[in-house]
């Protein structure tokens, strides 16, 4: 295996981690400072639709590595 194809495996993984925060917004995650302001500047729902976006984009990057 080389070094592309475990980063391709690490970002997918990244990238489910990102959802599953996402979906389930535990509290202590969700009260961060990072992501209090994102949610200052994007609203609750812009933060949710970027990490969303973040997430799958992570994901997509990652499978498209391991190819």
Known sequence: ???IALLGILLVAYGFVVLGI???KPEK???M???QLFIKVLGEKGTVL???VFG???IGFGIWLML
Do not use: D, E, P, R
């Open 1 to 3: 295996m080389n070094g």
């Open 22 to 24: 996402t979906v389930k």
């Open 29 to 31: 995650v969700w009260s």
């Open 33 to 35: 400072g990072k992501i």
């Open 50 to 52: 970027f990490f969303y």
């Open 56 to 58: 799958v984009a992570a």
